[in-house]
Structure formats: structure tokens, C-alpha cells
């Protein structure tokens, strides 16, 4: 591991930021991420199982997640027309069910209040939930793509001070 | 799908040794969510579980069926598109007959009950955690078990094993159990392959009728090495150790296997012993628990028996334990032979044991000890010494020099000291002569322990032995030298309690020898001669107490005192004690003690007594009558001796008056005898303040702490050369 302080590589090519920062500022937009709701304590056991051997676990998992949220965003996007509320609800279900397991709260939420209203057969509560799934989908979006960023700097580091 | 090298890597598994299940089980994971995919492999595989995935069920079902034994188990998303979760789950059933644990995200109660009544083993309800999947083997176990069980039930009436062997056989090669496991299949031709060899499997292996597992606890183990004793580790058999344990239930055959353990144990033990050095070395710097803890407890039984550890990596792994760097320690290697049962005699080499009341059950205690240590003794109440206070620290497992066998009676004998240890061991050569023989260099380090005897020399050092006695409480019931040390000796005595309570001689010192009392009380009750020194030796004792309390002159003290007594004496017949007292002047006679802050202590000194040779004795005392110092500053009479300048220094008295012997103490300072060596008596500067264990070229070791003083004495490396 690299002692932080003492290496602060100024010139690195990367960026100008030190280590140091990298990584306060990758624990600080986790942390309010949680804080905010986006991320609950699914997503900490996947922080957990990232280890030595696995070190792009969380990577992975997240970009599995966001492949199936879009593409399952987009389907339901489609057709709005016509509101299939039975096959609404199977790719909701599915989201619901990879966002639980990456840790995707605040989705996940939005999620089932979808299948509510698909459940009840309400078009409009479904597309207003749609919006609502994709709002609070692609804010975490968002911060998963920071999230990466930050982590693939970091182990840049970490590999050029192997090199 | 990462299928083909799972599965071939799956075969391999099939060799994999039963005892190690659950890892390694192997599990087919399906389902269509490729993220809960994802997730929920990595924390299979982080279970240690064989994981291979699968994301559309009718493809996972092609795969059970072309592999059948592949897998341990499946588990199964319940909705997928594809194909009905639950379906699978029947066809795996019908088929395969292997467990299934279904998921879902969704787990209200029809969607549960469904899985139930399709014979789901377990639902699982996304997302799934960690916690849930590690217990997921016993579904495995289960359906094994109860499969066992049925055919054994409908077996022929045979010998459990051998019918189960048949029927396992027919079951497996049954096409409709083909699905069996394969793994299962191999372990039990493993077992059967072993069925001449002792039954007694370790193994969890459900398919055969348990033995009731041996659990040696503690106790249990006690009980065994007690017996090993009793017997003697050559001459002990199995079925002469469970004859004397005598423990309902315990078959033969445990004892066996057991023993065969131990001696294991041993013999790497005695390996250990003769690599001190790299034991010393992994010793260092490491916590003491930890390293205990390697040792483990069955090593310090089994040390304890065998025995066949030098001191020198005694002391190096007490003061490991103890946490007091040895480096002050001359260790030597000297092998020597270790003392069985009840004779010590000639024995260099100790044996310790860590805590365990060895000798004595009955003293068993509370467990003090961090350690998961069996002595548990309460540090040591003697009876009559209230005075004893707190002897021992009680943060560390000390190993323990210790002797003998378990003996029936108690350790000490006269003195009714109910003396219990602390995390550290008993030792109780009890009828040993000398428990503490050591020649050559040796060090010898007790801790907390009691040296109960009835022996005439407890410690008993050869030349240039230094047995530091730290924490201990070393009751000499009947001892008539419960410490003695031959030339260049050197005895420390760490807060500990030394109870000579018939001993003549308490406190035996050679030529040259050092006793260092610190924090210590003792007590000799009835000795006659406490504390003896030979030429050149010298006692300190600091923060200790002296109490003789049937001498002619006894000294009662409340509370822990210093007696500085001035070392004295060249001759070993010169007897007297010189107790040095501050505070009260004495006369020849010793005044009790009682104030806290200042004791009198007589000091009887012949007159030649102090005189520095060359070669002898570290004080130069001139005075028959000496005062040295007061608690409160005021010098002794001790030239430059400031040792009982401390402030809060209280000093004992000591005994002997027209003793046969002569024994010097010195209060504080590591540096007595520099400080009064007749060299060093002109340079009073002479840096008495403890600056740490050192040894001398004696091979003494002066305890940092001892001298503690405020500064009243100085550290004297000088230390060596009062003492030649």
C-alpha cells in the first residue's frame, strides 16, 4: 500500500490530485450517497466482497446493473400507448430485483411503487412511476460513473507505484 | 455462462476430502438477473462453495442432466423468463433429487408456500445476503442424511456399517439416484476403505452411525494428562490412562487416538526445545497471547510433562508472555533432562507449564489468565500473610517453571498458605529436595507460581545462575533453603512472596550471589536464617516485606515495606542479618514495624562485615549497628547510600539477629552493589538509578523496576564488579 503521505505525485500524468484526495473524495460522495438514500446496505456488502482477488467487483456489478436498468428503461419506455400491465410488471419486477441486489434504495423504492400502480392497473400512476424510476435511476447514474472514475484513478495509482 | 471450466474444476472437487465440506460444495446458480447473478456468485464463491452459474433455467437443466453428480445443490430464481422457477425446481426434484433453495425478490406468502409445496429446500428472498448463504450446506447434509437413514431402516439386519456400505452401493448405482452426489459417493468408499482401521471417524460424516464425538475440554484434558503423569509418559497405555481417569463414556480408543496426539505434540515440543533460539526469536515481538496461544494449551501440558525445555527458552518464552524483554537474560543452552514427578534433582532443565495447577488440582481458581489457560488459580492468599496484597500482575500467562505431578495434598504445608496462582502454574516439588537445580548459566524465571516444598532448596543455582523469581509466590513450607544460589548468583525476586515459613534459611546465597527483593514480602515465619548470604552477595529488597514472624525478632509490618538491609559479609557463617532501617533507629533488636512510613530496622553487622574486598562483599559497612537511611531522606550510614533516600521508602526489618548467617540487603538500586562496592563507595556519583535490566558479568539481571526509587539509587553498571 502506498504510504499517502508520502507520495503525493503532483506531477502525476492522471490528474494533479493526489491519492490522498482521490480517495477522501470517493469516500465522501459514497458516503452521501448513502446518506442521501441512493445506496443502502446492500451495496456496503458488495463493498465488502471486493477484495484482493476480486478488485473490480464493484465495478462490475455496477455496470451489470446499469446494462439491465437501461435496458429495461428502454423497453418500458416504448409503447406507452398501450400499457401491457402484466409484462410492465415482469420488467419492473426485474428491475426491482438487480437494483436490490446492487443496492440501487432509492430505485429500488421507486420500483415497487411502479408495480403498484401496475398492479392496480393505473397507466398514468405507471407512467408518472416510470418517470419517477428514471429520475432517481439515472441520478445514480450518475454518481456511479464518478464512483468508477474516482476507483479506476485510485488503482492506477496503486498499479503505476507497482511498476 | 461459465460453465465448462467450473464443471471440469468440479470434477476435481470429487477427490476433495470429505472433512473439509462444506467448502468446495458445488452449487448451480440460476437466474436471469445477470447483476444477482453476479452478486450472488461472488459471495458463493467468498463462502468457499464451488459456484457455477447459469442465467436460463432450461440450459441449467440440460446441464444437470448431463452431469449428473456434478452438484451439490441448486439454486433458483423463482421468476425467469424462460422457464417457471418452480418448474425447475420439480424437474430437478423428480430427476435429480438434489436440493433447491429458490430466490426472489418477491416473498409473500403464495409465492413461498409455493415453493414449499414444490419442494423448495429453503426460499431465499433477494437481496440475498451473505449470513444466509453460509448455512446453506445443511440442506446438502440433511437430504443425505435422511436418504441414510431410510436405507438403512430397510436394510437387512447387518452390522450398521456393512449394511449401509451395501445399500450406499445399490442406491448409487440405482438410475434413479445417479444424482447422487459423487462426492458422497467417494467418501464412502473412502470410509469403506478404512472400515479395518479404527472406526472412530473425525469426519462429519452423516451417512455413518455417529460415535459420539470425544470433546477433550479442558478438564478433560487435565484428567488425561494427570493420568499421562501418573503414569509416565513412556509407561503410559491406553488402557491404563482410562483406568485412571476413569471417565464415563470415554472409550479406549479415544484415549488412544488422543495419546497418540499428545506424544505427536511432544515430540515436537522436544523439537522446539532444541531450536530455542528460533524460538526465542518468534518469540519476540509477538503479543503474548498470540504466542501463548501457539503453544497452545495441550504444548504447556505436554512441556509440562516432557518437559524437555531449556531454561533458556523458558525464560525467553515467560518473558515473552510476561512481555519483559529477555534480552537482559543470559540465556545458555543447556539441555538437561527433565524432572519427572516428584524428583528434580539434577535438573537444568524445567519444565514449565503454563498455569495448570499441575501439581495441584485443588487449587484451581478463577482463570486470571488472558489465556485460555487452565490455571486458574487466584493469586495467592496465603493464610496468614494478609500482609501479601497483591503479589501477582495479572495480565500476563506466565509460563511457569513447574515440576512435579499433581500431588493430592497441598502445596504448602505449614504454613497454611492457601497459596493459589495466578495465571501460572503451581509449582510444587513437593518432595523434591531441590526443585530448582540449576547448573551451568541457566536462567530460571517464575512467575506467579508458588514453589510450595518441602524441600530444602527450592532454587538452587549453579554457577552464574540467575533464577529470577518474578510475580511469584514461593512458599518454602518446609524448606531449609528455599533459595539458594552457588556462586555468582543472582536471585530476583519480582513481587513475589517468598514464604520460608520453616525454612532455615530463606534465602541462601553463595559467593557472589544477589537476592533482589522487590515489592516482595517474605515472610519466614520461622526461619531461623531468612536470609544467608555468602560472601559477596547482597540482598535488596524493595518494596518488600520481611517478616519473619516467629523469629527471635519479628518484624510485623502492615503494609509493604523496604527493608534496606546492607549486604554484608564475606563470610557465610557471619550471620547477621542487617536489616537497614530508616526511620527508627534500632537497636540490636528488631522493633515491629508498623508505621508506614518509617521502620526500623536492626542491623547487626559484625564487624568486619562490609568490608570490601576485592572480590567480596559489595558493602563496606563499618559499623556494627547501621542505619541505613532513613524513609525520609536521611542517610544511612551506608557510605553514599541513598538507597534509602526515598521518600516514600519504607524499610523492613529483618530479622536475624545472631544468625548464622549474614545477609545484606539492600534497598533499592538495581546498583546496590556498586553503589557499595568498595570501589564505587568513593563515587557516590555513581549512577545508581535504574536504567533497566542488565546483567552483569555474573549474569545477574537487575530488574528495572526493582530499584524504583526515586532515584535514590542509580543504575550502576558498576553493578558487576562488586560482584566477582
Known amino acids: 500500500m502506498l504510504p499517502l503521505c508520502s507520495r503525493v505525485l503532483l506531477s502525476h500524468p492522471f490528474s494533479p490530485m493526489s491519492l490522498m484526495a482521490l480517495r477522501e473524495q470517493l469516500n465522501m460522495l459514497v ?133 | 455462462m461459465s460453465v465448462g471450466s467450473s464443471y471440469a474444476s468440479s470434477r476435481l472437487e470429487n477427490n476433495r476430502m470429505p472433512d473439509k465440506f462444506p467448502v468446495g460444495m458445488k452449487v448451480l446458480l440460476v437466474d436471469d438477473d445477470l447483476t444477482c447473478l453476479a452478486v450472488v456468485k461472488r459471495m458463493l464463491l467468498q463462502c468457499q462453495y464451488d459456484v457455477t452459474t447459469c442465467s436460463e433455467a432450461k440450459r441449467a437443466l440440460s446441464l444437470l442432466r448431463e452431469n449428473k453428480g456434478a452438484f451439490d445443490m441448486i439454486i433458483s430464481d423463482v421468476h425467469m423468463p424462460d422457464m417457471d422457477g418452480f418448474k425447475l425446481l420439480e424437474l430437478v426434484g423428480l430427476e435429480m433429487d438434489l436440493p433447491v433453495i429458490m430466490m426472489s425478490g418477491d416473498t409473500r406468502f403464495n409465492v413461498v ?167 526465542n526469536n518468534s518469540l519476540c515481538g509477538s503479543s503474548s497471547n498470540a504466542k501463548v496461544g501457539q503453544l497452545g494449551r495441550l504444548d504447556f501440558q505436554t512441556l509440562a510433562v516432557s518437559g524437555q525445555i531449556p531454561p533458556q527458552t523458558l525464560a525467553a518464552l515467560q518473558d515473552e508472555l510476561l512481555g519483559h524483554p529477555s534480552h537482559s537474560f543470559a540465556m545458555q543452552t543447556t539441555n538437561l533432562p527433565v524432572p519427572q514427578q516428584a524428583s528434580v534433582q539434577g535438573t537444568n532443565c524445567v519444565t514449565f507449564e503454563r498455569g495448570i495447577a499441575f501439581g495441584q488440582p485443588s487449587l484451581k481458581g478463577q482463570a486470571v489468565s488472558s489465556l485460555p489457560v487452565w490455571s486458574t488459580n487466584d493469586p495467592g492468599s496465603v493464610g496468614s500473610a494478609s500482609n501479601l496484597g497483591r503479589l501477582n500482575t495479572q495480565n500476563n500467562n506466565m509460563l511457569v517453571t513447574m515440576l512435579q505431578q499433581p500431588q493430592p495434598h497441598t502445596v504448602t504445608s505449614d504454613s497454611n498458605h492457601a497459596i493459589k496462582m495466578q495465571p501460572s502454574c503451581l509449582v510444587d516439588p513437593r518432595k523434591s529436595s531441590s526443585n530448582f537445580q540449576v547448573q551451568g548459566n541457566p536462567m530460571l524465571l517464575n512467575q506467579d507460581f508458588v514453589v510450595p516444598s518441602q524441600s530444602s532448596t527450592n532454587y538452587q543455582g549453579g554457577n552464574t545462575v540467575v533464577p529470577a523469581i518474578q510475580d511469584s509466590v514461593v512458599v518454602t513450607s518446609q524448606s531449609s533453603t528455599s533459595l539458594r544460589t552457588g556462586n555468582n548468583h543472582f536471585i530476583t525476586n519480582h513481587r513475589s512472596t517468598v ?226
Open chain 1, 31 to 163: 458516503n452521501s450517497m448513502y446518506i442521501e438514500g441512493l445506496l443502502d446496505q446492500q451495496f456496503q456488502q458488495l463493498q465488502m466482497l471486493q477484495d484482493a482477488s476480486s478488485p473490480g467487483f464493484v465495478a462490475e456489478v455496477i455496470n451489470l446493473f446499469c446494462e439491465d436498468a437501461e435496458r429495461i428503461l428502454t423497453e418500458l419506455t416504448k409503447d406507452q400507448a398501450v400499457v401491457d400491465f402484466q409484462k410492465v410488471d415482469a420488467y419492473v419486477h426485474q428491475l426491482k430485483g438487480s437494483s436490490s441486489s446492487v443496492g440501487a434504495q432509492n430505485v429500488k423504492l421507486a420500483c415497487i411503487q411502479f408495480r403498484q400502480f401496475c398492479e392496480e392497473n393505473n397507466k398514468d400512476g405507471c407512467l408518472n412511476a416510470l418517470n419517477v424510476v428514471k429520475h432517481h435511476y439515472y441520478l445514480l447514474r450518475n454518481k456511479f460513473d464518478t464512483m468508477l472514475q474516482l476507483e479506476q484513478r485510485i488503482q492506477a495509482y496503486d498499479s503505476k507505484q507497482q511498476n
Open chain 2, 113 to 279: 408456500m409455493k415453493g414449499v409445496s414444490h419442494g423448495a429446500c429453503d426460499f431465499l428472498s433477494k437481496p440475498v445476503r451473505m449470513e444466509e448463504l453460509q448455512n446453506i450446506w445443511q440442506h446438502v447434509v440433511r437430504r443425505k442424511w435422511l436418504d441414510s437413514k431410510e436405507i438403512e431402516h430397510s436394510g437387512s439386519v447387518e452390522e450398521a456399517d456393512h449394511n449401509r456400505q451395501v445399500n450406499d452401493d445399490s442406491e448409487y448405482d440405482s438410475t434413479l439416484n445417479d444424482g447422487t452426489d459423487g462426492s458422497w459417493k467417494y467418501l464412502k468408499k473412502k470410509r469403506d476403505a478404512k472400515e479395518d482401521d479404527d472406526g472412530d471417524l473425525d469426519n462429519v460424516d452423516p451417512s455413518s452411525s455417529k460415535k459420539p464425538r470425544v470433546v477433550w475440554s479442558v478438564e478433560l484434558h487435565q484428567q488425561f494428562v494427570n493420568a499421562v503423569n501418573q503414569l509416565g509418559i513412556d509407561k503410559a497405555v491406553p488402557k491404563r490412562i482410562l483406568e485412571l481417569m476413569n471417565v464415563p463414556g470415554l472409550t479406549r480408543e479415544n484415549v488412544a487416538s488422543h495419546l497418540q496426539k499428545f506424544r505427536l505434540y511432544l515430540k515436537r515440543l522436544s523439537g522446539v526445545a532444541q531450536h530455542h533460539t528460533g524460538l
Open chain 2, 499 to 724: 514464604f520460608p515459613s520453616e525454612s532455615l534459611t530463606g534465602f541462601s546465597l553463595g559467593n557472589d550471589t544477589g537476592l533482589l527483593n522487590q515489592v516482595s514480602i517474605l515472610p519466614p515465619s520461622q526461619t531461623s536464617n531468612n536470609f544467608q548470604a555468602g560472601t559477596k552477595s547482597f540482598h535488596i529488597n524493595q518494596n518488600s516485606m520481611v517478616v519473619p514472624s516467629q523469629l527471635s525478632n519479628t518484624l510485623q509490618t502492615e503494609k509493604s515495606i523496604m527493608p534496606v538491609a546492607v549486604n554484608y559479609n564475606p563470610l557465610p557463617t557471619q550471620s547477621d542479618i542487617m536489616p537497614s532501617s530508616m526511620g527508627q533507629a534500632l537497636d540490636g533488636g528488631f522493633e515491629n514495624l508498623a508505621a508506614v512510613d518509617s521502620y526500623s530496622v536492626s542491623i547487626s553487622m559484625v564487624p568486619e562485615a562490609l568490608s570490601s574486598t576485592g572480590s567480596s562483599t559489595s558493602w563496606q559497612l563499618h559499623h556494627p549497628d547501621v542505619i541505613i537511611g532513613r524513609p525520609h531522606g536521611s542517610p544511612c550510614l551506608v557510605p553514599n547510600s541513598c538507597n534509602v533516600q526515598a521518600t516514600d521508602t519504607r524499610l523492613g526489618k529483618f530479622p536475624e539477629k545472631g544468625q548464622g548467617r549474614s545477609l545484606g540487603f539492600v534497598g533499592k538500586g538495581t546498583c546496590l552493589p556498586s553503589r557499595f562496592a568498595v570501589d564505587d563507595i568513593e563515587s557516590p556519583t555513581n549512577d545508581l538509578t535504574n536504567t533497566g535490566t542488565y546483567t552483569g558479568d555474573d549474569g545477574y539481571v537487575l530488574n528495572q523496576d526493582i530499584f524504583g526509587i526515586n532515584g535514590a539509587f542509580q543504575s550502576g553498571h558498576c553493578a558487576t564488579t562488586s560482584f566477582k
